[in-house]
């Protein structure tokens, strides 16, 4: 009985519900990339040899930072359907998401034209790590299939921010399961055929440009066709008030490239694709790790948003609190179990082909506090109402992490560079941020926000 009503409360709660709901759904989305990941890794690193897989996990890192290539237009549409939803105007949501999508296909068209036009004077193995002439050729074309594909896929990512900012990312996610399904399909029919890392890479950017094109035309085809994106709606005043808000998001964006994106290049610049490639496992350790903490955070930012807009500060305060407090214990469960039982779950996952050290390790769990906390504040701190302060500190941050990987990499083990930046970072993003939220949120009295 007591269920029974719980599940009632949850349900008459609308953001409640679309929070639980999509988190679920999540759940089931990253246990599935779970699977697939440990099923890749050990076939890929045995099947291309480990200054391939190098190569490869250099280049797949490219799509953590897709949003990057529109602007921020996407999020800057992410963050505005909530209160377009709230005004009821589906004529200016309509406007928005049309004019996302065109200047997303602008910029589309000219990254490939870009691309194509330095595609022969750019040395682009040397960029990856590669010093082998043998295979010049075939990376160099590998990431050719790579960019054209990815770029493909831009404007298609309209409808993923669309349906997370209406609280409705439970479709993004089964998207993604759809994703990793195929793109495990299409690596072991390579596999099969003797295919060489051309079409491995292709498989798997192929694999998220397909779910992202299908996605749009369910939404905007079907589901949803009168916020079918069109010319006729695109309009220069909401173009101009997208840009207005995007612009803050593209910085953001361009800094999150340092963040994430430049790791592998870094490495494989400093230290060879093979050391890529143990970088590439001590992150997936970190991230599948990691993975319960992340994944609700990251479902709480639709939730989040509206929170704000709505002015609801006593939600605000009991789940910032909750997952702050959350996300710290589960760190300590995770350092027991990585000492307990760290070496006996890789060797079981990747047998005798990577090892880690005890520095591996201590990066490893470096890795995993930098992940967590990152996700858990970035939530917050990415809200228009923190926008601001967030593009001093973020940067700050970014920038000083990403100086330090560039000076010490060169002298020193990448394990001792990872945990040290990753740790730094967490000081100057995560404290910083800890601070402002304690300042804005929990230094008010409940009863004064009721």
Known sequence: MQISNKLKKIKADKRLFALYRNSIVALIARLCNLIVNILLVPILIKYLGQSLYGVYAVIISVPSVINFSDLGLSLGLLNKVPEYKKNRDP??????????????????????????????????????????????????????????????????????????????????????????????????????????????????????????????????GFQERKLRPGLRFVSISEVRSLFGTSSKYFLLQLFTVFYIGADSFLIAQFKGSEMVTLYSVMYRVGAIVSLPATLYAGQLLPALNEAFILNDRKWLHKNIKMLILGSTFYLILIAGGLYLAGDWALKLWL?????????????????????????????????????????????????????????FLANYDMPFVITWASILYVIIFCGTSLLIIRQKLFNVPIQKLE
């Open 91 to 220: 004529d200016k949501l309509k406007k928005a998401i049309s004019s996302t999508t065109m200047i997303a296909t602008i910029i589309s068209l000219f990254l490939i034209l870009v691309y194509l036009s330095v595609y022969k004077v750019v040395d682009w193995p040397h960029l990856v790590g590669i010093n082998q002439k043998e295979i010049d050729n075939i990376v160099t074309k590998a990431i050719f299939c790579f960019v054209l594909i990815f770029l493909a896929g831009i404007p298609f990512n309209v409808v993923n921010n669309y349906v997370t900012g209406d609280q409705r990312g439970y479709i993004v996610e089964i998207g993604k399961i759809i994703s990793a399904v195929l793109n495990l399909t299409l690596v072991f029919l390579c596999i099969s055929f003797n295919l060489d890392i051309i079409w491995i890479v292709s498989a798997f950017v192929f694999s998220n440009t397909a779910i992202y094109i299908a996605t749009y035309f369910l939404v905007f």
């Open 351 to 407: 047998g005798d082909a990577i090892i880690f050290s005890a520095t591996d390790w201590v990066a490893v769990f470096a890795l995993i506090l930098m992940l967590v906390y990152n996700v858990v504040f970035f939530v917050y701190i990415i809200d228009a109402s923190f926008l601001k302060i967030n593009l001093i500190i973020f940067p700050i941050a970014t920038l000083i992490t990403f100086v330090f990987k560039l000076i």
